[in-house]
């Protein structure tokens, strides 16, 4: 059953959760935003979300993201930014552009970053995107090696309709939060490395990373994003 108060009490403790660990952290909460993922959720729970304050929402299919983002827009009232993060195959940018969507969260080769500059132009957009970073090493997993994401970070400064954000990296598939710290503390590590070295800009500030069981850990290490679906939807 989806009710508003199901869903608003899941909501307040996903905040809470955040805050604590901002606390911790001796973080500002306002420093890390979340995006909710809509990918379980029916479109009646997402407006109620939408509804309760949430404006930053993610999909990780394009098919989804298309049908929600069609929907949504067909509804009076909250504007919503939509965020592509799961893997993006190069025939379907145009129809993630025509979604509406200016965030992308999983880029992770220089081909895909150069069609969405180039699908940017012609649109007369400038697009926001992230590297994903595989950092765990596990091998079915898409993302840039540690080793490679420097290097894609130096090539995306010269294509001018979109810009280096952030990083963004999953933990290892692991029920145990605690599994996913090292991985997050790396990214970390590796978006320092490209300020020291001068690569990326001051837009580079951002690390997505963290997800419904681990963002509690994310955030401890740094996350400035945290992309949380199954605890905002659980039950709704
Ligand atoms: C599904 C998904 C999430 C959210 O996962 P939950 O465990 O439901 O919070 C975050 N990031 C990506 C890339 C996803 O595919």
Not at 13 to 28: F, K, L
Not at 92 to 107: P, R, T
Not at 156 to 183: F, I
């Amino acid at each position: 059953m989806t009710t508003p108060q199901h869903l608003a009490g899941n909501l307040l403790r996903v905040r809470e959760s955040i805050a604590a660990a901002c606390g911790r952290a001796r973080r500002d909460p306002r420093d890390v935003t979340m995006v909710a993922v809509t990918k379980t959720a029916s479109v009646e729970a997402i407006r109620a979300l939408v509804d309760l304050g949430v404006d930053d929402l993610g999909e990780s299919r394009v098919q989804q993201l298309q049908e929600r983002a069609a929907e949504l827009a067909a509804l009076p009232g909250r504007a919503v930014r939509w965020h592509m993060i799961g893997h993006l195959q190069r025939n379907k940018i145009k129809a993630v552009l025509d979604a509406g969507v200016e965030s992308f969260h999983s880029v992770d080769s220089l081909r895909l970053a150069e069609e969405l500059n180039e699908r940017a132009e012609r649109m007369g957009k400038r697009l926001s995107l992230m590297i994903q970073v595989n950092c765990s090493r596990e091998p079915q997993k898409f993302g840039v090696a540690v080793g490679a994401a420097t290097f894609l970070a130096e090539m995306l400064a010269s294509l001018k309709h979109v810009r280096l954000t952030g990083l963004m990296t999953m933990g290892p598939l692991s029920d145990d939060p605690e599994a996913s710290r090292p991985s997050f503390a790396r990214l970390r590590e590796l978006m320092d490395d490209m300020h020291r070295d001068g690569i990326g800009g001051p837009e580079l500030r951002h690390l997505s990373m963290g997800m419904s069981h681990d963002h509690a850990v994310a955030i401890e290490e740094g996350a400035t994003i945290v992309r949380i679906g199954s605890a905002l939807f659980a039950g709704c």
